[in-house]
C-alpha cells in the first residue's frame, strides 16, 4: 500500500486551509435583530467550523475531540438540547440523513485555535455546544439559531435555500469524489481520460473494513490498518498491482469494466462497521476510456508513382481524436525509410509522425510512395489511447489494371495484359553465356494473370511455368524479354537490389519475388 511520505500537495492545501481557517474563524456574536443577517453569521461560523474540522481530520485523520469526552448516542446529544427544540434538532436529523446508529463528538474549539468568544464554549447551557458526526463530519451547534420561527442546528438544505447558497448533499449514502465517513477520494475529472487519476484517503478504525466494486465484479476487499490508508491507481491493471485486495481483479473483470456504458461505469468505495454499511461512495468514471481504437478495411490502391492507403478507425468511447503515420523503411524492409528515424514508439507517433485527415465517418487517406516497404499508422482517441498499425500488406507488390505499366528498360514499356491479381516486380538476370540482363517478373496463382505485353509488338506474352511456395501453386512468366541494359524505370519492387545478387533464371526471380511479399527477404 502506497504511504504518505513527505508533504504531498493535497497536505499542503490542505494544511493551508486549516491555516487559514484558524486565523479567519471569529464566532461573532448573534444577537443582531435581523433574523437574515443572524441566520448568515450562524451559517457562516458552522461552515467554518465544519471545514476545519475536515481539513484537521484529513490532515492526521483525528477530530479536534474535547478531552475527557466519550462519544454521544443520538439520544444522549437530543438529551442535551433545551427541551423545546429537541423536535426540531430530530427533524433536522432526519433532513440530513444521519444513519439511526450515528455517533457524535463534543468539539474542542480551542484545538482549532478558535478564542474564546460568548458561543459554543458551553458557557450558556449543555446545548452551548459543538458536536460533529463521526461518519459524516457534519457539524451541529445543539443551541442552534432561529429564523422566521424555525429552529436551524447545521448548513442543510433549507439554509442554503433560504439564503441562495450553493449545497451538496456530502453526506450522502452514495457520494462522488468527496468526504465522507472518514474517506477522502478524487479521481481525474477530464471530459476524456484514460487515466483515472483515483486517490483514497481513508481513516480506518478496528473493526471496519473497505471494499472496492463494481457492475459485473464481486467487491474486493482493500487491505487496511486502523490508521490513515492512503493508494492511487489510474486503471485497474494499476490497482491489482498495488498488491492490496484480497482477490485481484481478473482480465475478464477489467473487460467488463471498460465494456459499460457511461452511466453504468462507475467504482463503489464501500465502507463496512461488521456487516452493517457506514458509507459508500460512486465513483461516476464515465469519462473514462480504457479501451483502445481499433482500424479496419484497410487497403491499397495502386496509381503511377504511388499508392493511397485507405481505412477506417473506430471508438466506441471518447471517439477519434487523429490518425497519424510515418514510413518505417524501404521495400527491402531493412533500410530505415529516413536515416537515423529507427524508434518509431508511442511517444514518436503521437508528437513527430505525420498527420492523416479524417472525415465525419473516421474515414482517412494516406499517400504511400511506391519505394515504401512498410508504413505504421496510429489512432489516437480522445481519451489519449493508443492503436499502431504497422502495414506490410502483399497489396503492396500487387497490379490488376489492364495496360496499367510495370516498368521501362531501354526505352521499351511492359504493360499488365489484363484485369487479373498479380505480383509484379523486376529482377536481374545473369549467366554464364549472357552479361547481366533485366526483366518484369509477374507472379500469380492464376495462369492467366501473369500475361503481360510490350509496346514492341503488343504481343501477349504468357506463363513460363510453375511452382509451389507455401504449400500454394503459383505461375510465373519473364518470357525473354530481357535485354543487355539495365537502363531501368519502375515504380515497383526491385527483386534482388543487392549488388552482385542476381536471379539465373526467371523461376529463382518468381521465388525472390515471393519471398519479398511474405517478408522473408
Known amino acids: 500500500m502506497k504511504k504518505k511520505n513527505g508533504i504531498s500537495l493535497i497536505y499542503l492545501v490542505l494544511l493551508i486551509v486549516v491555516t487559514l481557517i484558524i486565523v479567519g474563524t471569529v464566532i461573532v456574536n448573534m444577537d443582531v435583530p435581523s433574523e437574515s443577517t443572524k441566520l448568515s453569521t450562524f451559517t457562516n461560523n458552522v461552515t467554518q467550523i465544519q471545514e476545519a474540522v475536515r481539513a484537521s481530520y484529513m490532515l492526521d485523520g483525528t477530530i479536534p475531540q474535547k478531552d475527557g469526552t466519550l462519544p454521544l448516542t443520538k439520544d444522549e446529544v437530543i438529551a442535551r438540547v433545551y427541551g423545546d427544540n429537541r423536535e426540531a434538532f430530530r427533524t433536522e436529523l432526519i433532513l440530513n440523513n444521519e444513519n439511526p446508529y450515528v455517533k457524535f463528538l ?27 458526526t463521526t461518519d459524516t463530519l457534519r457539524v451541529y451547534y445543539l443551541y442552534g439559531t432561529d429564523y422566521k420561527g424555525e429552529r436551524y442546528f447545521s448548513l442543510n438544505s433549507k439554509i442554503a435555500s433560504i439564503l441562495d447558497i450553493s449545497y451538496s448533499e456530502e453526506d450522502s449514502s452514495e457520494t462522488t469524489s468527496t468526504m465522507y465517513s472518514g474517506i477522502f477520494i478524487t479521481k481525474n475529472n477530464a471530459l476524456a481520460t ?25 467487491e474486493r476487499i482493500i487491505t487496511t490498518n486502523a490508521e490513515k490508508n492512503v493508494f492511487s491507481f489510474g486503471n485497474l491493471a494499476e490497482l491489482n498491482n498495488l498488491n492490496i485486495l484480497n482477490s485481484k481483479f481478473s482480465a475478464t473483470d477489467i473487460n ?3 465494456s459499460l456504458s457511461g452511466s453504468n461505469k462507475k467504482i463503489q468505495i464501500t465502507k463496512y462497521r461488521g456487516t452493517d454499511i457506514v458509507a459508500k461512495h460512486v465513483i461516476d468514471l464515465s469519462n473514462y476510456d480504457g479501451v483502445t481504437p481499433s482500424i479496419s478495411d484497410v487497403t491499397f490502391t495502386q496509381y503511377t508513382g504511388m499508392k493511397m492507403l485507405q481505412g477506417t478507425a473506430s471508438d466506441a468511447d471518447s471517439g477519434i481524436e487523429q490518425v497519424r503515420y510515418e514510413y518505417i523503411n524501404k521495400l527491402d524492409k531493412k533500410t530505415p525509410y529516413y536515416d537515423g528515424v529507427i524508434n518509431i514508439d508511442d511517444v514518436y507517433m503521437k508528437n513527430k509522425a505525420k498527420s492523416s485527415e479524417i472525415t465525419a465517418d473516421n474515414k482517412f487517406t494516406i499517400k504511400v510512395p511506391n519505394d515504401v516497404g512498410e508504413i505504421m499508422i496510429a489512432v489516437i482517441d480522445k481519451a489519449g489511447n493508443i492503436t499502431r498499425y504497422t502495414r506490410s ?17 531501354h526505352g521499351r514499356n511492359y504493360y499488365k495484359y489484363n484485369n487479373e491479381e498479380a505480383y509484379v516486380g ?15 517478373v509477374l507472379v500469380s496463382t492464376s495462369e492467366s494473370a501473369v500475361t503481360y505485353c510490350t509496346d514492341h509488338d503488343m504481343q501477349p506474352l504468357t506463363t513460363l511455368g510453375s511452382l ?8 510465373y512468366s519473364s518470357n525473354q524479354q530481357w535485354y543487355q541494359f539495365t537502363d531501368c524505370t519502375t515504380d515497383r519492387v526491385i527483386i534482388n537490389s543487392l549488388a552482385n545478387k542476381y536471379a539465373v533464371n526467371v523461376k529463382d526471380a518468381a521465388i525472390g519475388l515471393l519471398d519479398k511479399v511474405f517478408n522473408k527477404q
Open 106 to 132: 463534543e468539539l474542542d474549539l480551542g484545538k482549532l485555535g478558535i478564542k474564546k468568544e460568548r458561543y459554543g464554549f458551553g458557557e450558556k447551557g449543555a446545548d452551548d455546544i459543538y458536536v460533529v
Open 194 to 218: 484514460n487515466d483515472m487519476g483515483i486517490h483514497i484517503t481513508a481513516n480506518m478504525s478496528t473493526g471496519e473494513t473497505l471494499k472496492i466494486g463494481f457492475q459485473g465484479a464481486t
Open 256 to 258: 467488463t469494466f471498460n
Open 393 to 409: 500488406d502483399d497489396s503492396m507488390y500487387k497490379i490488376s489494371t489492364a495496360m496499367e505499366q510495370i516498368c521501362q528498360i
Open 426 to 440: 523486376v529482377a536481374y538476370f545473369y549467366s554464364d553465356a549472357n552479361p547481366v540482363m533485366m526483366g518484369p
Open 468 to 475: 509451389t511456395y507455401n504449400g500454394k501453386k503459383y505461375y
